[in-house]
């Protein structure tokens, strides 16, 4: 049985409180409204409002795991988990599912080695943030690790009603953002996504020459 609260003030969660997501969950809720999370594909997002367009907002990346499981009692674990990353966030547990505190040494992109202070048995999960192609970000891959990027362009001439955009950002999920320069006012005219790295803009009437700004921010 689920029940849904709504709340008219500020929310504070107390130590013995918890939100909980759906496991597995890959579509999004219908009638969002500001202010809801969801927790889609393994990344966390809420339904907020950006520059006046109301959309799902990306709150962490997209995250590889892997799970290291020691059955052998040992004071020194070698992890290899080959995620090609240095930055990585991990989590020990032994046999009992208590949470262990361990330092990494020997840290490699694929691997590194856990020391305790005794021999013991038990499991460590390693985690890896992702950008939308799948890349594992913060090691030798070169990109940002915040998997976010932008493009602007401008667009009109008087002609034509249909303008491609080609952003060139290789991103699954994006916010468009349409100006007109002359009012400043943000309009709404029809955006197909063709793929992660083209727009196309469609308006009922040509716009004059550079009538419109266009910003793009990819994640």
Same mark, same amino acid.
């Given at each position: ?9 500020? #929310? ?8 909980? &997501? ?14 809801? %999370?969801?927790? /889609?594909?393994? /990344?966390?997002?809420?339904? *907020?409002? !950006? ?15 892997? !799970?290291?499981?020691?059955? @052998?009692?040992?004071? +020194? ?7 090609? +990353? ?5 989590? /020990? ?18 691997? $590194?080695?856990?020391? &305790? ?6 499991? @460590?999960?390693? $985690? @890896? =943030?992702? =950008? ?19 493009? +602007? ?9 249909? %303008? ?17 320069? +002359? ?12 793929? *992660?790295?083209? !727009?196309? #803009?469609? %308006? ?12 793009? /921010?990819?994640?």
């Amino acid at each position: 049985m689920s029940h849904v609260i709504d709340m008219l003030s500020n #929310v504070r969660v107390s130590k013995t409180s918890k939100f909980l &997501f759906e496991e597995g969950n890959t579509e999004f809720p219908t009638n969002p409204v500001k202010g809801e %999370f969801a927790f /889609v594909s393994g /990344v966390l997002y809420m339904y *907020t409002s !950006i520059r006046n367009i109301e959309t799902w907002y990306p709150l962490t990346n997209p995250k590889k795991s892997y !799970i290291h499981v020691q059955a @052998v009692a040992s004071i +020194s674990w070698t992890v290899n988990h080959n995620l090609s +990353s240095t930055s990585f966030v991990f989590m /020990v547990y032994d046999s009992e599912g208590n949470l262990v505190l361990a330092n990494p040494s020997n840290i490699s992109e694929n691997s $590194f080695v856990l020391n &305790f202070t005794s021999a013991i048995t038990g499991k @460590v999960i390693v $985690f @890896v =943030d992702v =950008d939308s192609s799948g890349i594992p970000t913060g090691g030798g891959s070169g990109t940002s690790g915040i998997g976010a990027a932008t493009h +602007s362009a401008s667009i009109g001439n008087g002609v034509l009603t249909s %303008f491609t955009i080609n952003h060139n950002l290789d991103k699954s999920y994006v916010v468009i953002t349409i100006k007109d320069n +002359s009012t400043n006012y943000i309009v709404y005219p029809d955006i197909k996504i063709t793929s *992660t790295n083209q !727009i196309i #803009v469609e %308006f009922a009437a040509p716009p004059t020459a550079n009538q419109y700004s266009v910003s793009i /921010v990819g994640f």
